[in-house]
């Protein structure tokens, strides 16, 4: 069965560091979506993208953010100059249309951030 | 913005019994996600609420989702072990932003 992966799964870095996390969406899906899951606490918004741009985002995802497609299979979320607080697992998530309502989540990078 | 609540956000129960799990939200809605989430895992789709009246059973896990009050519930029949997890409800906005609720960490013992 196809699936969302994301790579790596630990990431450990240090305060002030660029980090990027990949995804690989199902092939056949048109949109995407990251979201930030701090230890313990609820699953949260992002991004998501569509068409090669952003569809919509929370209000998390400010200008330390960036998501990229830059080819046919990879999505990237980019931070940059990482904070304490952006220790968290990053879910990448891919849906086939918008009708078609199942999100498939990947497994999650963890990043910390010391 | 629109907010998700659930309750109650821990459940101690017994196996063989049955409990419900609650699912608000505060603005018009009518696609509601419930996820199931082991610990230390990602997140795995369970039922996808499309419409107001709909309700859609696994095994021992049925939702039903009411638009006009803006409720969804989970309801757990004889509950097992294996059903111990962390139950997610999510909505989603005309514009593909999704809003998940605080989860619900469900705990069945033997």
């Known amino acids: 069965e196809p699936e969302v992966t994301q790579t790596p799964s630990h990431q450990v870095t240090q305060m002030g560091q660029e980090v990027i996390l990949r995804c690989v969406p199902i092939?056949?899906?048109?949109?995407f979506y990251w979201y930030r899951q701090i230890l313990g606490q609820k699953v949260e918004f992002l991004v998501s993208?569509?068409?090669?741009?952003?569809?919509?985002k929370s209000e998390i995802f400010d200008d330390q953010f960036s998501v990229e497609r830059p080819d046919g299979s990879n999505f990237t979320l980019k931070i940059r100059s990482t904070k304490l607080e952006d220790s968290a697992m990053y879910f990448c998530?891919?849906?086939?249309?918008?009708?078609?309502?199942?999100?498939?989540f990947g497994p999650g990078t963890r990043l910390t951030v010391l | 913005e629109l907010k998700v609540e659930q309750n109650p956000l821990f459940l101690s129960m017994q196996e063989g019994k049955n409990y419900t799990i609650y699912c608000n939200y505060s603005?018009?809605?009518?696609?509601l996600y419930w996820y199931r989430q082991d610990p230390g895992k990602s997140l795995e789709s369970l039922f996808v609420?499309?419409?107001?009246?709909a309700v859609k059973q696994e095994g021992r896990l049925m939702a039903s989702l009411d638009t006009k009050a803006r409720l969804s519930t989970l309801h757990i029949t004889a509950a097992v072990h294996d059903l111990s997890a962390t139950y997610f409800c999510?909505?989603?906005?005309?514009?593909?932003?999704?809003?998940f609720g605080s989860g619900t960490k469900l705990n069945v013992k033997p």
């Open positions: 603005t018009t809605s009518d696609r």
């Open positions: 993208f569509y068409n090669n741009e952003i569809s919509e």
């Open positions: 999510a909505v989603v906005n005309n514009f593909n932003k999704f809003y």
């Open positions: 092939s056949n899906h048109l949109y």
């Open positions: 609420l499309l419409s107001n009246g």
């Open positions: 998530a891919s849906r086939e249309t918008l009708t078609t309502d199942t999100q498939y």
